[in-house]
T-cell receptor
Framework: DQQVKQNSPSLSVQEGRISILNCDYT??????FLWYKKYPAEGPTFLIS?????DKNEDGRFTVFLNKSAKHLSLHIVPSQPGDSAVYFCAASWGGSEKLVFGKGTKLTVNP | EAGVTQFPSHSVIEKGQTVTLRCDPI?????LYWYRRVMGKEIKFLLH????????ESGMPNNRFLAERTGGTYSTLKVQPAELEDSGVYFC?????????????FGSGTRLTVV
């Protein structure tokens, strides 16, 4: 009963192009969403978040879009850089809970 | 400032043995979390401390797992006796504020292999 789903295990893009990572969720109670980036042998690093009262949040090259009716969010990276190559995890929480529910991750490879 | 420190980084133990993982959070962070990632699966919540108190331990898989945070500083997670399915990467995270808004700071994890 996975509540946060990242259906693409991997994604490969060319340097300079846009990377779009997708995430779907099933629990309509989720009201806060986060993206983490993880390099091998390191812990996840917080990237960007969005509250359910918004539909978009930007931070530099990273933008997260939230479509509540579709229970879908996406992370856009523009332009993609080789250093962005990592595993990206989508996570969600609800009601101010400290507990995060993660997806399985998508491995992004940005080719020079 | 120093980040979240976990050790050991790797541990290989035999089924039935005991292992203790340690996490040193960022100084001043009252909130401490344990998560686990079994190979190829999602990262799953285990428990949350506020200072020395267990705020939420709903993710602890069974009574073979014991977490402590004496004095509200570092935390330990003991697995006794270890089973094969306990293998995975155990992450610790800490935060200063309550709630996920600051995204937490994760340690590099302890990779536990039970053979």
């Amino acid at each position: 009963d996975q509540q946060v789903k990242q259906n693409s295990p991997s994604l490969s893009v060319q340097e300079g192009r846009i990377s779009i990572l997708n995430c779907d969720y099933t629990n309509s109670m989720f009201d806060y969403f986060l993206w983490y980036k993880k390099y091998p042998a390191e812990g996840p690093t917080f990237l960007i978040s969005i509250s359910s009262i918004k539909d978009k949040n930007e931070d530099g090259r990273f933008t997260v879009f939230l479509n509540k009716s579709a229970k879908h969010l996406s992370l856009h990276i523009v332009p993609s850089q080789p250093g962005d190559s990592a595993v990206y995890f989508c996570a969600a929480s609800w009601g101010g809970s400290e507990k995060l529910v993660f997806g399985k991750g998508t491995k992004l490879t940005v080719n020079p | 400032e120093a980040g979240v420190t976990q050790f050991p980084s790797h541990s290989v133990i035999e089924k039935g043995q005991t292992v203790t993982l340690r996490c040193d959070p960022i100084s001043g962070h009252d909130n401490l979390y344990w998560y686990r990632r079994v190979m190829g699966k999602e990262i799953k919540f285990l428990l949350h401390f506020v200072k020395e108190s267990k705020q939420d331990e709903s993710g602890m898989p069974n009574n073979r797992f014991l977490a402590e945070r004496t004095g509200g500083t570092y935390s330990t997670l003991k697995v006794q006796p270890a089973e094969l399915e306990d293998s995975g990467v155990y992450f610790c995270a800490s935060s200063q504020v309550s709630g996920p808004s600051d995204g937490y700071t994760f340690g590099s994890g302890t990779r536990l292999t039970v053979v």
